[in-house]
């Protein structure tokens, strides 16, 4: 499937089917979504799979405070994406703090891993609502770990939807 294709069929699901994920799969998502680039490569990330039936509850708990995210007691797998301190060249710390661009590296991983999911024939949503102190503590972070974004991660059966988006010319800007 071209790139074009990819990004047109990949979209966020909130129907999961009882259906576990391939241990297979979720390495291959890992491994393709490891090459994504960072600011002086520094890879300012880790990614916690989440696959065994008893964390996968567990976590999913940590994304319904307030009543949100209840469609997660559905997923079978998540992989948790925590920020760690990035280590930029000295250039670039000379301009910028260290964790100044953390955030614009995370979103390419993200991007990776929903994107590399979906050419597996598998479903995700990118969830931002989450109690990182509850995540912490359950999948044992280190000091300065924080929980950024989590991916569900599963197969759906929903169609898929047609893009709305703006008109290109107003988002766009030719100089």
Request: aromatic share 8%.
């Amino acid at each position: 499937m071209s790139f074009k294709d990819l990004a047109l069929k990949r979209q966020s699901y909130r129907k999961f089917l009882e259906k576990p994920v391939e241990k297979e799969k979720l390495e291959q998502i890992v491994e393709i979504a490891h090459y994504a680039p960072s600011a002086c490569n520094s890879q300012p990330w880790k990614m916690h799979v989440v696959c065994e039936p008893e964390m996968v509850k567990d976590l999913s708990a940590c994304l319904r405070d307030f009543g949100m995210n209840q469609f997660t007691k559905e997923v079978p797998a998540f992989i948790v994406v925590s920020e760690v301190d990035a280590k930029l060249a000295v250039g670039s710390k000379l301009k910028y703090d260290n964790n100044h661009l953390v955030k614009y590296d995370v979103g390419q991983l993200i991007a990776y891993i929903t994107l590399a999911a979906e050419d597996l024939g598998l479903s995700t949503c990118i969830l931002g609502w989450l109690n990182n102190k509850k995540i912490a503590s359950l999948l044992n972070f280190e000091e300065n770990e924080l929980a950024n974004v989590v991916v569900a991660v599963g197969y759906s059966e929903a169609p898929t939807r047609q893009k709305v988006r703006k008109e290109i010319d107003s988002i766009t800007c030719w100089h």
